[in-house]
């Protein structure tokens, strides 16, 4: 196991070689990347048992949520923060509901990543840098050459291993799992959906809650569109 990094020696967008050589390396830049946006990619999932969390209670009264004991099911999301310089910041994503059902897929297939980023790209209007993680599928050979057939408008940036400190889209999670999902009893599935979708929605109208994601990575925008620690 690598040692620890000592405080203050955060991973940074400029000094791993991943993405370096991702083409977002310091001093450097892609064609694709002039005027683009930056959008950080990253993936989560919810269940029909809801995360806990802190709640008011009659003192000597330990508040409880009846959930359910059973039941199978999970709705997975992907979802794109993206930031540009000049432009409101956006919230672009995509669901996949897993109903447990015999042969159906339990998340996303690489095909879901590429309709997300085409369609984030049709609604932009403009060149993308997508950042993300290592996983697996965004790695297989089907997703490569989508990205060389599209690189005159994408260029892929891999974070670092293990850095999930370094993702913007992390904060939304929160943001998800803290308020409207918090100690959520949700009957079924469909209210499950409903309500995610709901609460996405309102992030997407309060562009102060993507910015206020990106500070606690240590990253900033430049005014020329990149990003720095």
């Not at 806990?52 to 359910?68: D, I, K, L, S």
């Not at 339990?106 to 790209?121: C, E, N, P, S």
């Not at 997508?130 to 599209?150: C, I, R």
Request: aromatic letters at 6%.
């Amino acid at each position: 196991m690598p040692a620890p990094r000592p405080p203050g020696d955060r991973a940074g967008l400029g000094r791993d070689r991943g993405v370096e050589e991702g083409g977002l390396a310091a001093g450097g830049r892609s064609a694709a990347a002039d005027g683009a946006w930056i959008c950080f990619e990253d993936e989560a999932g919810q269940g029909l048992r809801p995360p806990r969390a802190r709640t008011w209670g009659r003192r000597g009264h330990t508040p409880v949520v009846h959930v359910r004991g059973r039941g199978s099911g999970r709705v997975n999301i992907a979802a794109l923060v993206c930031y540009k310089p000049g432009e409101r910041s956006r919230l672009i994503y995509r669901l996949h509901v897993y109903r447990g059902r015999k042969g159906e897929p339990k998340t996303f297939g690489w095909m879901d990543y590429r309709d997300l980023i085409l369609h984030a790209h049709a609604q932009l209007g403009a060149p993308i840098v997508l950042v993300w993680d290592n996983l697996n599928l965004h790695l297989v050979p089907g997703m490569k050459t989508f990205a060389a057939e599209h690189a005159d408008w994408l260029t892929i940036v891999q974070l670092p291993a293990y850095a999930p400190d370094l993702n913007p889209t992390e904060g939304i999670w929160s943001l998800l799992k803290r308020g409207a999902l918090a100690n959520l009893a949700a009957a079924d599935l469909p209210q499950l959906v409903r309500v995610i979708k709901r609460a996405l929605k309102k992030i997407q109208y309060r562009a102060h809650l993507i910015d206020g994601c990106l500070p606690p990575t240590g990253l900033t925008m430049r005014t020329g569109g990149d990003i720095t620690n």
